[in-house]
């Protein structure tokens, strides 16, 4: 991730080195900032009447922009209304950088305080904020505008074309730029910017915005304004590389399906009251749905959920291969859900102890180094360390060096679930398993085992885990069930000083009451629901090769669960496909038609998934929900649509078409 280069010119004057350019400066800048964005735009006029607006801008830089927007919001929103606001920023500035820069405007110290108790910005990804007073979203796309910009995975109402000027960086100024800007816009959607120059007025045109000059602030004589006319825009030859790109990012089997109008008060049905059924109950709840949550067991997390502690880590790879990009935004909003949840007043306990990876083979170890001091990566995240320091580091005798990550932490995976639960709009449904489910007159109802009404609902998510191949909709996805089983290693003196989370085959927590929890073995052939002693055999023999002197036992305690793996690793997150017609619609995908032959992917109204979340249901889980929550609302989605597509249960059918394994009767 870029840093930025910064000089302060004075103390209410920020400049930026690497585009000789002003961030903020004392001379009008609220006022320039009011004039050009939110007046030109005639806010709040615009949003009045709406249950949902989105603002999209480009150039995030000291925030200001959604200060002011989130002030004049909160004076002129209806209670039961929603504001979207995304930005792309590829060089983030630091948290007491953007404090400093507020000092001097007391009137908006509230909001700047509110903005940086939960912002976080680790790595270059999506970022997702919430701020539930005043219903507004904030998603944080950090990374170069080329890339980030055609991955946003949603419609704008708004643009704020706030980067620096367009002599100075070109890049945000670009014809790729605006070709996008307008195939996110809706139509009618109007935009603004400080900028009067040509170019950027006849790329806009060329685009489809109808684009006028009007008086600049201040000395500025002149700047833009403009609206879109989706029946204007320029149409790309299908051989450019913009128009190559679009063709891959909009591939018609993954075009997320809009909801059909419903009641003011909607409802859902989850399936599970695990880590996923509760998160996205919780998602859609904040988002004013009354949600039930049906769950066949007596209490919330009651299977793979139920661990006494669970830990969670980012990773460093060599290759920001998808699955691992998918894996650090997850940890990223794991960081940012479990903040909101304690600023509502729950009561989680974090243990913020940090991860020790451990790596004995020096050559690996030296390649993480490099790998790390070519990828500019902050020692706030993560460190490479030999042995002396892993020691000092850990509070323990250790033998190797390896890779530490500050941030990593073990939590609760029960108090995770009963915070999530607490929600006025959540209703909870113990002791019921769902045996069917169907749609009928725009109603989801799910039965019993019996036939009996469980309850019913607009939609409906499963969230049930494996059981989810009961049901007749669900029962064709390609999951298996993951046996796993962790021990209880009592408090020893060889451990009782450990202060960190160390791995290596298998991870060893600091002593919490009274004991360590040591995990986890992984068998997919095994469906023994009983506990077994000789597998603490193994996890402790794995714990043997960090610390010599602890000896392999199987006379420990302990607790066995389930998880649902799928065959990429990857979850399964986003609406249920209707499979007779994909393979009806799609059963020439080999032959390598382009994708505008084929007509849009149809899906079962109001039914959804998010299951196969294997051994990281901690982090996958809130992510997805933020997925789901956004796909039901039809608002820009946390996760960029390279990444959306990757964890859309409809891929399977795709891959296997194109492979042409589903022959013969099938198709």
């Known amino acids: 991730m870029k840093k930025p280069s910064l000089e302060w010119k004075s103390e209410a004057y920020l400049y930026s080195r690497d585009y000789c350019d002003a961030y903020s400066s004392s001379d009008g800048w609220l006022e320039e900032k009011e004039y050009v964005f939110l007046k030109a735009n005639q806010l709040p006029d615009r949003w009045k009447g709406r249950k949902s607006y989105s603002i999209f801008e480009l150039g995030f830089g000291t925030g200001l922009n959604f200060i002011l927007s989130w002030e004049l919001w909160k004076q002129n929103s209806s209670k039961d209304s929603v504001l979207h606001y995304s930005a792309v920023e590829k060089a983030p500035l630091d948290k007491e950088v953007i404090y400093s820069v507020f000092a001097n405007y007391k009137h908006l110290q509230h909001l700047v305080d509110e903005f940086l108790r939960v912002y976080h910005i680790e790595e270059e990804g999506i970022y997702r904020f919430f701020f539930p007073k005043d219903r507004i979203y904030l998603n944080l796309l950090v990374g170069d505008i080329s890339e980030m910009l055609p991955m946003f995975c949603g419609q704008v109402d708004l643009w704020f074309l706030d980067g620096f000027s367009p002599s100075k960086n070109p890049e945000m100024w670009s014809d790729e730029v605006f070709y996008w800007i307008a195939k996110k816009s809706y139509n009618g959607a109007s935009l603004s910017t400080y900028s009067a120059a040509s170019s950027v007025k006849q790329s806009l045109e060329k685009y489809g915005f109808q684009v006028q000059k009007i008086n600049g602030f201040g000395k500025k004589r002149e700047m833009l304004v403009g609206t879109f006319d989706s029946q204007k825009t320029y149409k790309e030859e299908h051989y450019t590389k913009l128009a190559r790109l679009a063709s891959k990012l909009e591939q018609p089997w993954h ?35 009354i949600v039930q949550v049906v769950e066949k067991e007596n209490s919330p997390a009651s299977q793979a959920s139920g661990n006494p502690f669970g830990f969670v880590s980012p990773i460093l790879t060599k290759e920001k291969i998808p699955l691992v990009r998918f894996v650090l935004s997850a940890f990223s909003h794991f960081l940012t859900h479990t903040k909101e949840l304690q600023l509502s007043g729950n009561s989680i306990q974090i243990f913020k102890t940090g991860l020790l990876k451990l790596i004995p083979n020096q050559t690996e170890l030296y390649e993480f180094q490099t790998l790390l001091q070519d990828s500019n990566i902050s020692e706030s995240n993560v460190c490479i360390f030999d042995s002396q320091k892993t020691s000092e580091i850990s509070g323990t005798k250790l033998y190797s060096g390896g890779i530490f990550f500050p941030q990593a932490c073990f939590v609760s995976p029960s108090e995770i679930c009963k915070a999530n639960l607490n929600h006025s709009n959540i209703r909870q449904i113990y002791g019921s398993e769902v045996a069917k489910i169907e749609y009928s007159s725009n109603t989801w109802i799910a039965y019993n085992s019996i036939n009996q009404t469980v309850t019913e609902g607009d939609i409906i998510i499963l969230a049930n885990s494996y059981n989810c191949l009961k049901l007749e909709q669900t029962s064709w996805l390609p999951l298996r069930k993951m046996r796993g089983q962790i021990a209880y290693l009592p408090r020893n003196t060889v451990l009782e000083k450990l202060k960190t989370i160390l791995y290596q085959d298998c991870y060893v927590l600091p002593e919490t009451n009274g004991f360590h929890v040591i995990g986890s073995t992984y068998n997919p052939y095994d469906n023994d629901l009983h506990f077994k002693p000789e597998q603490n055999l193994i996890l402790t023999q794995k714990v043997q090769n960090i610390f010599p002197e602890i000896q392999p036992t199987d006379d420990l305690q302990g607790r066995v669960g389930f998880r649902t793996v799928s065959k990429d690793h990857f979850p399964l997150i986003g609406p249920i496909p209707e499979r007779e017609s994909f393979l009806k619609d799609y059963k020439e995908l080999w032959k390598g038609k382009p994708n505008n032959a084929y007509p849009d992917g149809k899906y079962i109204p109001g039914l959804y998934l998010s299951v196969g979340h294997g051994s990281r249901g901690l982090i996958y889980s809130h992510l997805g929900a933020e997925i789901l929550g956004d796909m039901i609302c039809n608002s820009p989605t946390a996760l960029g649509k390279d990444l959306v597509d990757c964890v859309a249960p409809a891929r399977f059918l795709i891959r296997d078409l194109i492979s042409r394994k589903l022959i013969g009767n099938q198709i």
């Open 255 to 289: 075009k997320i399906p809009v909801l059909k109008t419903i009641s003011n008060k909607p409802t859902a049905i989850v399936l599970g009251a695990g880590l996923a059924g509760t998160s996205i109950a919780r998602s859609l709840a904040k988002r004013g749905w």
